[in-house]
Every structure is written in C-alpha cells, then in structure tokens.
C-alpha cells in the first residue's frame, strides 16, 4: 500500500523546478533529433545503445513491500525519459547503494554525488521516507548532469532494466587474469634495467592544491556540520509547539463544552473560540515546520554530504598516492639489486 495515501503533496523544491525546464528542453532537442528508439537487444546491452536520458530523473511513489520473514523494504518508481519513452523502474535503497558503489569503481577520480543516510529507526514513518525521497532524487539528478557518469552502462542498466544484476559477483578467471597482468607489469618492469626512474615522494602542484581542498573541506565539515544540528534542534522544537498548540486547542474547546451556556457571549463560548484559535496556531506552525525542513535542514544535510564526499575523495587519493610511492620505491630497490646482479654476471663471464 501506497504509504503517502491521504497525505498532501509536498512543496516541490528549487532542483525539481530547474529540472522541469530541462525535461522540456530535453524532450525538444529529441523530437529535433528524431533519435531511433532502443531494441530490445539494446536493452540487454545498454553500454551498445544510444544514450539520451532526459533529465531529470523522478522518484515517486514509494511503496512498503515484504521480502519474507517480516523484513520489509520502500519501493520507489524511478521515471526517466531515453529517446523521447519514459521507462518506469522500481527501485530499493539499497540499489542506490550498489549504483553509487559501482559509480566509485568506475571513475575513481570524481566526486561521486552522496546518497541519502540510513536509518535504523523510523525508516517507515512517512516524513522519513520524504526526505529520502528527495535525497535519492538529488543524487541521480547530479549524476545524470554529469557528462560522463549519466553515459556510464552501469547508469543505463539502473535506469532501464527492471533486473539488476546479481551484485557481489566475480566473473570466472577475472581475478586470475588481474593477477596476471598486475606480475607481468612488475616483471617488465624489473627486466628493462634502462627504465626511467619514478620521480619518488616528488609533491606536484596538483598535490599541494588537494591538501588545501582537503583542509577547507574539514573546516567548511566543521562549520556545517554545527549548521546543521543547530537548524534540526530549532525543528524539533517548533514541532514541540505545534504539538502544545494543538493539545491546547482541544482541552480548551472540550472544556468550552462543560459550561452550561457555551454561547460565545459566555465563557464557554470564549473557550471554544480560544481552542479554534490555539488549532490554526497549530496549523501555521506545522506550516512553517515544513517549510524549514525543506528549505533550510534539508539543503544543509545534503551540502554535509557533499562535503563528506570531497573529503572521502581525497583521502582516498592520498592513499592511493601513498601505496604509488611505496611502490616505486620498492621497484627501484629490485631495480639496483638486478643492475648489480647484471655487473656480477658480466664480471664473472
């Protein structure tokens, strides 16, 4: 069952406007093209096919399905446009996961948009499955900006093919022939004697210009990270007054109601005016709870994320620079060691 049933639509944010100017320019530029639309054999093999996804990517409709053994999961139905067809997908938080994952793997050198954060506890409550919602609709709305992600097969699969591939997986001989590549690197490497020596440990403008981002990346972490606690404490607090005001306006309209004249000339009927006064407080006040939700802890969560993401990135290229320096250490080390075993052997012919 649909878990928004009865709920008012929620405000459509700065992004998903944008987008709606870009789902319509995208959907001109492809009648213009006139675009061949895909075979069911480009389905199959998307990494073949023609790629004109329109963005942007709408997520919609979450819905609790059960797996077994009382686990339970949100569906969302994932909307994109290819070739001028929408092509509806259902798609699980954990699917978003494997995407982003396999998004890291490809291009190791980009910022891979952040995802949405888990929850142990209220994952099923509606605000909850809103906020995620929009989460997962930024991040594939980020990805599918980016020119060369929104063409990677992985993305197409995600968007197009009701069956995700079995995740976890390794093809057979995929690590033996990994392996196999990685010693025959090394091994000619340490046969040609006459190879440029790596420039060891050396810092690069490139270099230098990461530890800052990555320096500012703490400290702009630090400070919104605060931001943010600050602005969800401030909701939670407004959510307590709307609370009051509505268990204000109910005692006082049922207290109205014990008095024997409840006419509104009479105290009964000045409660009762009262409470409808204290029940539109409560509206006004949940209004604005929303509105600060959607517009100011929600844009801050996710710029954390990003953040997080930048720092994530570049410590994973310090350490990959590292592993490289220690690598071309230990190869000039078996390098000398080789030139003196030549010498030895020359000598001793």
């Known amino acids: 069952q649909n878990i928004f049933a009865g709920m008012e639509q929620t405000a459509v944010t700065d992004e998903q406007a944008k987008s709606g100017d870009a789902t319509e320019q995208g959907e001109s530029k492809t009648e213009k093209d006139e675009v061949e639309a895909p075979t069911d054999g480009d389905l199959k093999n998307p990494s073949k096919s023609v790629v004109n996804p329109t963005v942007p990517v709408q997520i919609s409709n979450p819905t609790k399905k059960s797996e077994g053994y009382g686990r339970s999961y949100i ?9 001028g067809k929408k092509v509806d997908v259902f798609r699980r938080y ?19 948009p952040p995802l949405p954060e888990k929850a142990v506890i209220g994952r099923f409550q509606g605000e909850f499955v809103s906020q995620r919602m929009r989460g997962l609709e930024r991040f594939t709305t980020r990805v599918m900006n980016h020119d060369r992600m ?3 097969p992985t993305v197409i699969r995600f968007l197009r093919e009701q069956q995700l ?10 690590q033996a022939k990994k392996a196999f590549s990685m010693l025959s690197g090394i091994g000619s490497a340490m046969l040609n004697p006459f190879a440029s020596e790596p420039t060891e440990g050396v810092e690069t403008k490139e270099d230098k210009n990461c530890e800052e981002i990555e320096s500012d990346a703490k400290k702009l972490h630090k400070i919104l990270a605060a931001l943010h606690a600050a602005s969800s404490g401030q909701s939670k607090a407004e959510k307590d007054v709307t609370k009051t005001w509505l268990e204000m306006g109910h005692y006082l309209t049922e207290l109205g ?13 000045i409660l009762a005016q009262i409470g409808k006064c204290c029940d539109r407080m409560s509206v006004c006040s ?11 802890v ?9 953040v997080e993401s930048v720092s994530t990135m570049m410590a994973n290229r310090k350490k990959a620079l590292e592993n490289l320096h ?7 080390k078996k390098k000398a060691a080789l030139s003196r075993l030549f010498c030895l052997s020359s000598q001793s012919g």
């Open 75 to 83: 569906a969302y139905t994932v909307t994109s446009t290819h070739d």
């Open 94 to 112: 954990s699917d978003f996961v494997w995407l982003r994952q396999a998004l890291e793997k490809n291009f190791p050198g980009c910022i891979v």
């Open 150 to 152: 929104k063409k990677d």
């Open 165 to 174: 591939p079995q995740r976890n997986t390794i093809k057979s001989g995929t």
């Open 257 to 269: 109601r014990f008095e024997v004249d409840s006419s509104e000339e009479h105290f009964g009927g």
């Open 286 to 296: 949940a209004q604005c709870v929303d509105h600060s939700v959607l517009h100011l």
């Open 298 to 306: 929600e844009p801050l969560k996710d710029h954390v994320l990003l």
């Open 326 to 332: 220690i690598a071309q250490k230990d190869q000039s």
